[in-house]
């Protein structure tokens, strides 16, 4: 019931900056956080950072702490994540996610669980 669609991805150097779009549509009223999530080939989905739609808290992984900041426009749907200081282990397929019901949480194991929605991907590739 909620459709998320990632842009933004690409190809860049260590170091560099790229901003990664994602916009929600459909039952958009029902989103209580939204976040962005990492999967490379042959490794586990790794969370990278969550943001809360009414209060606008912000989660992070500590593996991205300093060099990503998200941020969303609620007027839009929508939610970024800049990602700044980019380092080759950043590579990865970014995925956008949704929570439809409230029942997201973050975990001490630095995982976000309880997302409902997913978009279908943006590949980001960091070289050295």
């Known amino acids: 019931q909620v459709q998320l669609v990632e842009s933004g991805g690409g190809l860049v150097q260590a170091g560099d900056s790229l901003r990664l779009s994602c916009a929600a549509s459909g039952r958009t009223f029902s989103i209580y956080a939204m976040g962005w999530f990492r999967q490379a080939p042959g490794k586990e989905r790794e969370f990278v950072a969550a943001?809360?739609?009414?209060?606008?808290?912000?989660y992070y992984a500590d593996s991205v702490k300093g060099r990503f900041t998200i941020s969303r426009d609620n007027a839009k749907n929508t939610v970024y994540v800049q990602m700044n200081t980019l380092k080759p282990e950043d590579t990865a397929v970014y995925y956008c996610?949704?929570?439809?019901?409230?029942?997201?949480?973050?975990?001490?194991?630095?995982?976000?669980?309880?997302?409902?929605?997913w978009g279908k991907g943006t590949l980001v590739t960091v070289s050295s």
């Open positions: 996610a949704a929570d439809g019901d409230g029942s997201s949480w973050l975990g001490e194991d630095q995982y976000y669980y309880g997302m409902d929605y």
């Open positions: 943001i809360s739609w009414s209060g606008g808290n912000t």
